[in-house]
C-alpha cells in the first residue's frame, strides 16, 4: 500500500470517533438522563393506572418525566382525554412527539420540553409519575396543594407517609393513586333533622381526627376520611345511636346525607365553618 494512502486510511479511522460524538445518542432502555434511568412503564400498567384515575375525556393528563410520552399518548387514544408530558431529555422529547403523530393524537397531546420539578400544574386534572422516591419526596409537598380532587397516580414509587388511596399490582409492578383532599380543618356547626352540633376536625392528608360536641358532651370521631371534595364521618344521634355521615364540599359548606348503622333512617345534613 502506497504510503500516502496509508497516511489517509489512518486519518479517516481516527477521525470516526470525533464524528460519532457529534451524533445524537441512541435511545435506549435504562438511558440516564439528568435525574433518572429512562424505564418505561408497561402499556397494562398504563392502562389500570389511569382506569384507578377513572380519566375521562373531561381530563387533562400531566405525564412528570413522561419519556417516550406512553401515558398521554394513552390517555387520549384510549381515554379522550387531553395529555401533556414534560421530560427533560432531548431525544425522548422528539420520540414522544413522533408517537403522539403516529397514534394520531398530536392534537390532544403537548410534549414539553422541561424540568418536571418547573412544569405548571394549575391546569392538571390527573397527575401521572414514575419517578424515583427522591424526586416523589421534592414533589410530595407540591401535590398536596393541587386543586382537591386532583388525582395522582405513581407506578412503583409512593408518597411516603402520605398513604394512598387506592393500590394496584400488575405484571409483579406497583401502582398508586391519591386524591388531593380538600381543607376541611377546623370547626363547623352541622345541622340534621333539627338537631345541631359542632364538629372539631383536624387533618393530614386525606385522614381525619376530632371529636363531636353536643350540650357540653364529646365523643371522638370514628372512621373520619376525606377523598378529593368527599368527606365521612360517624357521629352519635341526641340518644346516642350511632350515625354514619357522608357528604362533599360544596364551597363553604359541606353537604351530605346520613343513615343509621343499619343503612337505614336516612337524613340530610349540612355543616358551616364556625371560628374555633
Excluded: C
Aim: charge should be positive; aromatic fraction near 6%; proline fraction near 6%.
Amino acid at each position: 500500500m502506497q504510503p500516502l494512502l496509508r497516511f489517509a486510511l489512518a486519518m479517516a479511522l481516527l477521525a470516526v470517533p470525533s464524528l460519532a460524538h457529534l451524533a445524537p445518542p441512541p435511545l435506549a432502555f435504562g438511558q440516564q438522563s439528568k435525574d433518572a434511568p429512562w424505564v418505561p412503564t408497561p402499556e397494562r400498567m398504563v392502562h389500570r393506572m389511569l382506569q384507578m384515575a377513572e380519566t375521562t375525556k373531561a381530563d387533562l393528563v400531566v405525564d412528570l418525566g413522561a419519556g417516550d410520552g406512553r401515558i398521554p399518548i394513552h390517555a387520549a387514544k384510549h381515554f379522550g382525554a387531553r395529555g401533556i408530558g414534560v421530560e427533560l431529555e432531548e431525544n425522548l422529547v422528539l420520540l414522544a412527539r413522533e408517537g403522539a403523530r403516529r397514534e394520531g393524537v398530536a392534537d390532544r397531546v403537548r410534549i414539553i420540553r422541561q424540568d418536571l420539578f418547573e412544569a405548571d400544574l394549575s391546569a392538571a386534572t390527573v397527575i401521572a409519575l414514575y419517578v424515583g422516591p427522591g424526586a416523589m419526596g421534592r414533589l410530595k409537598p407540591r401535590l398536596a396543594q393541587l386543586v382537591p380532587g386532583t388525582r395522582i397516580v405513581s407506578h412503583q414509587f409512593d408518597l411516603g407517609d402520605w398513604e394512598a388511596d387506592e393500590k394496584i399490582e400488575v405484571e409483579g409492578r406497583r401502582g398508586y393513586l391519591w386524591v388531593v383532599p380538600a381543607a376541611v380543618d377546623g370547626a363547623w356547626v352541622v345541622a340534621v333533622a333539627g338537631d345541631e352540633f359542632r364538629l372539631h376536625l383536624a387533618r393530614r392528608y386525606q385522614k381525619l381526627s376530632g371529636f363531636s360536641e353536643r350540650g357540653g358532651r364529646t365523643a371522638p370521631l370514628v372512621g373520619a376520611r376525606m377523598r378529593g371534595m368527599e368527606i365521612r364521618f360517624n357521629a352519635t344521634d341526641p340518644d346516642g345511636t350511632p350515625r354514619n355521615y357522608v357528604g362533599r364540599m360544596q364551597g363553604d359548606r359541606l353537604v351530605g346525607e346520613s343513615h343509621d348503622r343499619a343503612g337505614a333512617n336516612p337524613m340530610a345534613w349540612g355543616a358551616i365553618r364556625r371560628a374555633n
